[in-house]
């Protein structure tokens, strides 16, 4: 099984291996594409990357590890400078707000040094429900599930499920 099949089926993965390397460069360089000269036209660049995504707005300075498991439903709104590690699955519903320099992150390394050092991952999915507001600054962890409703605060690390129609401290 090739280490991005790992990655894909919830298992241990060696993210410095040479075929993760260049498909993580190629979303990097769709990026680059669409930061440089945002337009509409240009954001195909990176929503052609996406498992799905319908009527979203994207602000520059967006960044994903391999767009391929990113899930945007309608009307989604990503503010500027926002990051999305999507070594798992990252599913956000229909009319989300997320604000400017949040980051999803789905990837996560062992607490072991010396299998950090040789690249090994692991990976949870992200959920996020609809008509949920991350605030800016805001980072969500792997394996976080966020109920339809919630409000995420600004500069919040969100650590622990949030429910449906919580506002979330962090």
């Given at each position: 099984m090739t280490e991005f099949e790992k990655m894909i089926n919830g298992?241990?993965?060696?993210?410095?291996?040479?075929?993760?390397?260049?498909?993580?460069?190629?979303?990097?360089?769709?990026?680059?594409?669409?930061?440089?000269?945002p337009s509409k036209g240009n954001l195909r660049h990176i929503t052609r990357l996406f498992a799905q995504s319908e009527q979203v707005i994207?602000?520059?300075?967006?960044?994903?590890?391999?767009?391929?498991?990113?899930?945007?439903?309608?009307?989604?709104?990503?503010?500027?400078?926002?990051?999305?590690?999507d070594s798992a699955p990252i599913h956000i519903g229909d009319q989300v707000l997320i604000g400017p320099a949040a980051h999803l992150y789905t990837v996560d390394h062992p607490r072991e040094s010396a299998a950090r050092v040789a690249g090994e991952c692991f990976a949870r999915p992200i959920h996020i429900g609809n008509r949920v507001w991350v605030g800016g600054g805001a980072k969500v962890l792997p394996g976080i599930s966020i109920g339809d409703?919630?409000?995420?605060?600004?500069?919040?690390?969100?650590?622990?499920?949030?429910?449906?129609?919580e506002r979330y401290f962090g």
């Open positions: 298992e241990h993965f060696n993210s410095l291996d040479l075929a993760l390397r260049l498909k993580r460069e190629a979303a990097r360089l769709a990026c680059a594409k669409y930061n440089a000269h994207i602000e520059p300075g967006f960044q994903c590890d391999y767009g391929s498991q990113i899930y945007l439903g309608k009307g989604v709104y990503i503010n500027f400078q926002c990051v999305f590690l409703d919630a409000i995420i605060a600004a500069n919040a690390v969100v650590t622990r499920n949030v429910a449906q129609g």
